[in-house]
């Protein structure tokens, strides 16, 4: 029998399975993550439908440029479908995030390059699909290791909001500090850019360690 660790946590009935991490390690995706996933394939493919219509039926000559980004919609919705069919067990998270993002460029791209005839509404509704998809990715992952998982991102939250606030603080406050004198404009802006540097890296670190955390290395290291 291996001596390599061989068990993360397992929640009974929650759907999500025990994950090895070892040699032959296998991750299984939540059930709640594979049914999101399944909503955003059907919510994708039903937006391509209204898509290859605009494109096909909505001008009086085919617009191929947004009949091809849709046909690649049609190809990522797929993948997500795989997915939540218990497809790609190796990286459900990465095949998840390239999908998001065949989906959401399609889309941006398409939408430039209609000329008005797509909608607005059309390409909001993509970005909520979009934006769900990646949900879904991150849940994938970080379900693997939960505990350091959430550990990590609420550190970065900590870094997160104080810089949030900042930012929007010097937005609100624009008009007056254009009216300080030059040298206080100054002084402020590099303690400013000092410190918005800090807590970005902050974030972003925490953020990029709650995902590593969860990296199963099926070599048997982390």
């Known amino acids: ?5 061989q068990t993360e946590s397992a929640v009974g009935g929650s759907g ?4 090895s991490i070892g040699a032959g390690a296998e991750y299984r995706v939540p059930g709640g993550a594979r049914a999101l996933a399944a909503a955003c394939a059907l919510g994708v493919l039903a937006t391509s439908a209204y898509g290859l219509y605009l494109g096909v039926l909505g001008t009086q000559h085919t617009a191929w440029f947004i009949v091809s980004f849709e046909v690649v919609a049609v190809l990522a919705a797929a993948i997500v479908a795989a997915v939540a069919r218990g497809w790609f ?10 999908s998001a993002g065949a989906i959401g460029g399609g889309t941006l791209l ?3 390059g209609s000329a008005g005839i797509m909608p607005v509404g059309f390409v909001l509704v993509r970005a909520a699909l979009v934006a ?3 949900a879904c990715a991150a849940w994938m992952v970080l379900a693997r290791n939960p505990g350091p998982a959430v550990r990590s991102l609420v550190r970065a ?9 900042i930012l929007a603080g010097v937005f609100v406050m624009r008009g007056m500090v254009a009216t ?9 802006g590099l303690v400013g850019f000092l410190l918005v540097t800090s807590l970005a890296a902050g974030a972003v670190h925490c953020t990029i360690r709650a995902f590593e955390v969860c990296d199963i290395d099926e070599s048997g290291g982390r």
Do not use: E, I, N
């Open 110 to 112: 398409a939408y430039k």
């Open 1 to 5: 029998m291996s001596t390599q660790t």
């Open 132 to 134: 769900f998809t990646l």
């Open 180 to 188: 300080l004198p030059g040298m206080v404009t100054l002084l402020g």
């Open 16 to 19: 999500r399975v025990t994950a």
């Open 89 to 98: 067990r190796d990286g459900p998270g990465m095949a998840m995030l390239c």
């Open 157 to 165: 939250a900590m870094f997160g909001v104080p810089l949030a606030a």
